[in-house]
Every structure is written in structure tokens, then in C-alpha cells.
């Protein structure tokens, strides 16, 4: 596609439900990256794809936090048991080549802003 | 750990003054530096990037940024700001270890322009 997608924009949930987001990057990046932007605060790192592995996972604030990558394309990024603390606006990057010396930009998504009731 | 700090959390100025954020960053080795924008109700996107080379480089809608690597420094600035200009600026560093990239984000600063 022609950007970064991300799906829903908007999600509100209970306390104690599971909640997925989704993250299209832009075709042909290897690098996906997913972040959380709480009011008021900068990006919070949590998980790097390359590929579909995660060589480096953490950000990822609880167990409760996963997410996975298949075909290389697509990611998920899921919070089971959301707690109060989770709200937050959660961003996804994409980046062409990934690990080949850091001089990646990355393109960002509009995110999805989670509420959890 | 990489850290990135920006000097000011929320910096008001009126159109036509001159703009200077603060960005400094700690980490020894090579570092790639980054300045993203992030208008409001708009999704974060790159301002300017520095890789190698001239350590002054230059950006979208006027805004430069320059590297000093003795202060471990990136600091942004553009000489007569518009109310455009209004948005939340965030300074960021890649570097590359043995788990691959590594972005680390600073905490952003507000910027308001006032007509």
C-alpha cells in the first residue's frame, strides 16, 4: 500500500478483555516496529520485527503483551487482561531493510488509541 | 542503555521568532539522528535525517538541524517560525547492535505558535 495502515483507529474495551491491533506496513519493508504514545508522553518502544522474527523484544511491558508477524508482512500486536493502564495510543513503523546499519527511516502509521473502560 | 533527552518539554513562541530544540543523546558509537513532526491530528512523519557527512542538514518546510558529536547534541531549529510550525517535535537515534536497529525516542517537545 501506499502508507502505513493500522486497524481500528479507535478501540474501547473493558477491563479484563483481550484486544487485537493490527498493523499493515508499507509493501516490500522488512522492518515493522510497534510503540505506545500515552497522553502526554514520548514513544515507548515495544517490540522490533525483522522479518517475522522479533529479535528484539524488550519494550514488551508485561506478559500480558505479544505480538507476531507472519508472511513478513502483517503484525499483531495483542493485549490479553487490559488493565487501565494500557490506554494509549499505540503506533506501528515500517522500515525498508531493517538491521543493515541503522540508517533506516522509519514510516509511521496513524496508530489505533485503545480505551480501556 | 541509549537514552534521548529533549531540553523542553513545551516551548511557546510567536510567529516570526527564531526556533532552537534541544536534543542530546547518549550513546558512544556510531548514531544515526532523526527529528520526526507530528502535527496535530496527523501521524508522526520525518523532518530530516543525518547519516554521515555534513553535519548540518537540512529539512522540510525550513527547518535545519545540526550534529555535534563532541556534545552528543542534534539540536533542530528554524530561523522565523509560522503557526504551522505548531506540533510536537521528536528527536530520535538508531544505532545498530547485535540484536539489529535500535530506535530510541526522546520525550518530545511541544511547540506553540502563536499568530
Known amino acids: 500500500g501506499a502508507g502505513v495502515s493500522q486497524s481500528p483507529s479507535n478501540k474501547v474495551t473493558e477491563k479484563g478483555k483481550d484486544v487485537e491491533l493490527r498493523c499493515d506496513p508499507i509493501?516490500?519493508?522488512?522492518?515493522l516496529y510497534w510503540y505506545r504514545q500515552s497522553l502526554g508522553q514520548g514513544l515507548e518502544f515495544l517490540i522490533y520485527?525483522?522479518?517475522?522474527?522479533?529479535?528484539?523484544k524488550s519494550g514488551l511491558p508485561s506478559d500480558r503483551f505479544s505480538a507476531e508477524r507472519t508472511g513478513g508482512s502483517v503484525s499483531t500486536l495483542t493485549i490479553q487482561r487490559t488493565q487501565q493502564e494500557d490506554s494509549a495510543v499505540y503506533l506501528c513503523?515500517?522500515?525498508?531493510?531493517?538491521?543493515?546499519?541503522?540508517?533506516?527511516?522509519?514510516?509511521f502509521g496513524p496508530g489505533t488509541r485503545l480505551t480501556v473502560l | 542503555a541509549q537514552s534521548v533527552s529533549q531540553h523542553n518539554h513545551h516551548v511557546i513562541l510567536s510567529e516570526a521568532a527564531s526556533l532552537e530544540l534541544g536534543c542530546n543523546y547518549s550513546?558512544?558509537?556510531?548514531?544515526?539522528l532523526f527529528w520526526y513532526v507530528q502535527y496535530p491530528g496527523q501521524h508522526l512523519q520525518l523532518l530530516l535525517k543525518?547519516?554521515?557527512?555534513?553535519?548540518l542538514v537540512k529539512g522540510i518546510k525550513g527547518f535545519e538541524a545540526e550534529f555535534i558529536k563532541s556534545k552528543f547534541s542534534f539540536n533542530l531549529r528554524k530561523p522565523s517560525v509560522q503557526w504551522s510550525d505548531t506540533a510536537e517535535y521528536f528527536c530520535?537515534?538508531?544505532?545498530?547492535?547485535?540484536?539489529?536497529?535500535?530506535?530510541?525516542f526522546g520525550p518530545g517537545t511541544r511547540l506553540s505558535v502563536l499568530p
Open positions: 513503523a515500517s522500515s525498508l531493510v531493517g538491521g543493515g546499519g541503522g540508517t533506516d527511516t522509519q514510516y
Open positions: 509493501s516490500g519493508h522488512t522492518a
Open positions: 520485527f525483522q522479518g517475522n522474527s522479533a529479535p528484539d
Open positions: 550513546y558512544g558509537g556510531t548514531v544515526n
Open positions: 543525518y547519516f554521515s557527512g555534513d553535519p
Open positions: 530520535a537515534v538508531n544505532t545498530l547492535d547485535n540484536y539489529g536497529q535500535n530506535f530510541v
